[in-house]
């Protein structure tokens, strides 16, 4: 019988063999913690394996059985909308079983611990956990206790994987490729976990990445990811083939980072005459959720250059690729 | 390694395949083509460019990949998951004759994974298989409508179809165990 499984086994990867694609065909970890952890090669698995994934959200039955009899739980520490239903949608679409657990209305709430709640979560035997938390680290932290695979849905200030690959996957799918691109990201440097990702993934391909935000919300030692920055948001956009504007968290600016809203509007604000300096094929970018006349102008935000609901459509694609990939890979114990 | 079929009889036999598809489906207007990924997509590009020459109008061609549908997908004790690629099927198939196309008929468990795809893209009137060499073992019960080469062979042989757009060349080779 098992001699039977093989033979057909064996018969069948040979599509894969001679696919051609890119140079890896598998991720070596079965957590998705840091972008910091992936090679391009595997970054560009990730996308191309999106790509196909892209193609289920447009049939009449958008699902496919892969991910039949997993069970995939959402952790959510901090409120979302947009990262926790592209989870959710990317799960049911891969006929994965997925619940999610937000920290209002469940023991949390009561006090428990983060690792107290992952223990109990874990006794039911969940094969991934996705996590979002206040506390940078918070995913590599459950990843250390936990026999499921940890997908990092934001921890803190710290990194943002999916919306980094999202972002990737949508330039490229806009501009080709990535190598060679100016990219320039802009807003509040300092407390952003999307910035982070993005620098990485953005540098592992090979984009020439330009960040811009007020001095006060610029991290000291920036420049050491080999990035330009600067404080003029006019050298940011300038010839920028890609930029990404990122959100001012109102609930951290009470004065001290940044005097008013509006000045920061008038200063760093992306409007139409900043689009213009800018590549003619230019993207405007957007993780979302927008503050319309803080960062972006509403003109830019719903101009022609804006993929930003783009990249929310692409972020199931991407979500559904991590979650089929890392399941594939089984805890090593 | 044995050839057991060379591009000219492999061009031969998709024409007689072509010419057989074309007489099933006499006044079949309905008709749409889907090939498996990878061969069985190039075939299927192949069979619809012979039956433009002898409908004299095209016939909607789409490509499947099945490797979501596997039936061995997360049973892998350890190893990486399949490639997923691109599937195209641009038409709808609902009330359509579908010809499904692969390369080679073995277990029937790619033909199970092919059917359950296609049929959450619609509800096709009816599928038609075709492949261009059955070499037996069936292991579900699946049964090909056209065959290009009824080939029997052992568990420990392995065969393989090579077409000109992905391999280089058109050939059907036969390969034991201690070669592949």
Known sequence: MSGTADTQRATLSTDAVDAGRGAVTTLRSRH???????????????????DAMKEIGSRPIKKVPALRGKTVVNLFYEPSTRTRTSFEIAE??????????????????KGETLLDTARNLEAMAPDMIVVRHTASGAAHQLARVCRAGIINAGDGSHEHPT???LDGFTIRARRGRIRGLKVAIVGDLMHSRVLRSNILLLQALGADVWVCGPSTLMPAGIDRFGVHATTVLDDAVDGADVIMMLRIQRERMHGYFVPSLREYFTIFGLTMAHVRRASPEVIIMHPGPMNRGVEI?????????SVVLEQVANGVAVRM???????????QV | MPVVMDADRMDRTLTRIAHEISERNRGEDQLAIVGIRTRGAVIARRLAAKLVAILGTSVPTGTLDITLYRDDLMRQPVGPQPLVRHTEIPFSIDDKTIVLVDDVLYTGRTIRAALDALIDFGRPRAIQLIVLVDRGHRELPIKADYVGKNLPTSF??????????????DEVVIEDADHA
């Open chain 1, 297 to 305: 102008a509403s003109e830019v935000a719903d101009g022609p250059c």
């Open chain 1, 163 to 165: 919306q980094a690959l």
């Open chain 1, 32 to 50: 998705l913690l840091s972008i910091a952890d992936l090679s391009a090669d595997e970054i560009t698995l990730i996308f191309d394996t999106a």
């Open chain 1, 92 to 109: 049911k679409r891969l006929s994965a079983d997925s619940l999610s657990v937000t920290a209002t209305g469940s023991s949390v709430a």
């Open chain 1, 321 to 331: 690729a991590v979650l089929y990939l890392l399941a594939g890979n089984p805890a």
């Open chain 2, 156 to 169: 420990a042989q392995s065969v393989r179809v090579l077409v000109h757009e992905v391999d280089g060349r």
